[in-house]
């Protein structure tokens, strides 16, 4: 009788915030890391799986020596490069743009350290799974995807979005960490459990959450447990490996998105959501200054540079308990101010821009009688309707509004911002148009 082969991913899931704000958070990191590199030195037969180019940026800020040494394990095969984004973060909540920039950022900062991108996304602690990354990852260059929430009834299977993108996709069976024997032997029972169909299947061990990666204990346990499953083989192993001994042919379809559990994450703390959007948006509109600066002065704006420091701290603080509502308040307030500085940012940014592409126009013809009012949308295609300005202009001063062309256009007065319309002094007026 063929033995049954369970693929052993040795993983340490890392929640940069939850019960503790993102400075622990990089020390976990740290630890994690260099604990995995002793194991590697200790065991030959070890491997290890890891996630979220963020947590390597910081290894490379503050131990680069540790980095390197990361570096030839990923090019030995023994460190596996997974998730392929900056951060695992909500896969609900955040925009398109967002999760295009997650891969974007991830990707392009694995190709230029590690020569190579990655190919198999993971989230496996997200709450739920939106109906459109097949699309996105298969577009940022993976065809895999690991997932663990919701639990679904088939460990593996097809994944098609909704433009037809279609990925492999593994709904891991057990949990992602394990501690000590009897949890690895439960973890490992529970996988045969649910992939009695499959004569292969992938199972995690290891310390996770608030890091920690696979311990000794855990790796003895699972030598151990491979001489005491007779019907099992026991492989340390990656995904990469099992995906590719994988028999990929008849595996069921799925569409749509999975959602949803921890409901409450999707009903709190409307503030830091609120927030979120709004950088998104801030960020968005941003870019789309500076590149219309770049069309008039036919070169980037220096502050151009700026955007991907911007954007990853807005994706850093997408990661799924900070979006979610489940972190402490100290990390909770840390990351609404993050927020908030990334959209006073990139106010700046799009106040200058604005500023350089005005400048560039030449009025003095049309406006030796006023001057002029420029009107700028951000969004795709033509816009109408109607346009609040309030302009420094003498109360008692008549004011005619032209288009273009010279016609006049029709406006009513409201009230300014402070609330007041006095006719006999000041210089504010606010003014309503089509």
């Given at each position: 009788m063929k033995k049954k082969t369970l693929y052993m991913i040795g993983n340490s899931h890392i929640d940069?915030?939850?019960?503790?704000?993102?400075?622990?958070?990089?020390?976990?990191?740290?630890?994690?890391?260099?604990?995995?590199?002793?194991?590697?030195k200790e065991f030959p037969d070890f491997r290890f799986t890891s996630t979220s180019t963020a947590?390597?940026?910081?290894?490379?800020?503050?131990?680069?020596?540790?980095?390197?040494?990361?570096?030839?394990?990923?090019?030995?095969?023994?460190?596996?490069?997974?998730?392929?984004?900056?951060?695992?973060?909500?896969?609900?909540?955040?925009?398109?743009?967002a999760f295009v920039r997650q891969g974007l950022y991830g990707q392009r900062w694995l190709k230029k350290r590690f020569g190579r991108i990655c190919r198999i996304g993971s989230n496996v602690d997200s709450f739920?799974?939106?109906?459109?990354?097949?699309?996105?990852?298969?577009?940022?260059g993976m065809d895999a995807y690991v997932l663990m929430r919701p639990r679904l009834d088939?460990?593996?299977?097809?994944w098609e979005g909704l433009d037809g993108s279609s990925i492999c996709a593994i709904s891991l069976p057990g949990e992602y960490t394990t501690w000590?024997?009897?949890?690895?032997?439960?973890?490992?029972?529970?996988?045969?459990?649910?992939?009695?169909?499959?004569?292969?299947?992938?199972?995690?061990?290891?310390?996770g959450n608030h890091g920690g990666g696979p311990t000794k204990d855990n790796i003895h346990s699972i030598h151990r447990l491979s001489r005491e499953i007779e019907h099992v083989e026991l492989i340390f192993s990656s995904y990469t490996d099992f995906l590719k001994d994988l028999d990929k042919?008849?595996?069921?379809?799925?569409?749509?998105?999975?959602?949803?559990?921890?409901v409450g994450c999707y009903s709190i703390d409307s503030r830091f959501k609120q927030a979120n959007r709004l950088a998104e948006k801030r960020l968005a509109e941003a870019e789309f200054y500076l590149t219309f600066a770049k069309e008039r002065l036919g070169r980037w704006m220096p502050e151009a540079g700026a955007m991907e420091r911007l954007w990853k701290a807005v994706l850093f603080n997408q990661f799924h308990d900070t979006l979610g509502g489940t972190v402490i308040y100290e990390a909770r307030e840390k990351a609404l101010a993050q927020l908030e500085g990334a959209c006073a940012e990139a106010e700046h940014i799009k106040a200058l821009a604005i500023q350089r592409i005005v400048n560039t126009i030449d009025t003095r013809e049309n406006s030796a009688e006023g001057f002029p009012l420029f009107l700028f949308h951000s969004g795709d295609?033509?816009?109408?309707?109607?346009?609040?300005?309030?302009?420094?202009?003498?109360?008692?001063?008549?004011?005619?509004?032209?288009?273009?062309?010279?016609?006049?256009?029709?406006?009513?007065?409201?009230?300014?911002?402070?609330?007041?319309?006095?006719?006999?002094?000041?210089?504010?007026?606010?003014?309503?148009?089509?």
């Open positions: 940069p915030v939850w019960f503790w704000s993102w400075e622990e958070g990089m020390q976990e990191v740290k630890a994690t890391y260099a604990s995995v590199l002793d194991r590697m947590f390597f940026e910081w290894i490379e800020e503050i131990l680069p020596d540790m980095f390197e040494e990361i570096r030839q394990r990923v090019e030995e095969g023994r460190w596996e490069l997974t998730g392929g984004w900056f951060i695992e973060p909500d896969c609900l909540l955040p925009g398109g743009e739920g799974h939106n109906s459109s990354l097949p699309q996105i990852l298969k577009k940022s088939t460990p593996v299977f097809r000590f024997y009897e949890p690895t032997k439960e973890n490992i029972e529970k996988t045969l459990e649910a992939s009695s169909d499959f004569d292969k299947m992938v199972c995690c061990y290891g310390v042919t008849d595996l069921p379809l799925r569409r749509g998105p999975f959602e949803r559990i921890n295609g033509d816009w109408e309707g109607y346009v609040e300005a309030e302009l420094n202009w003498f109360c008692k001063a008549p004011l005619r509004l032209m288009d273009p062309e010279g016609r006049e256009v029709a406006y009513q007065r409201i009230y300014t911002e402070t609330k007041t319309r006095n006719y006999h002094i000041g210089g504010r007026r606010r003014i309503l148009f089509w």
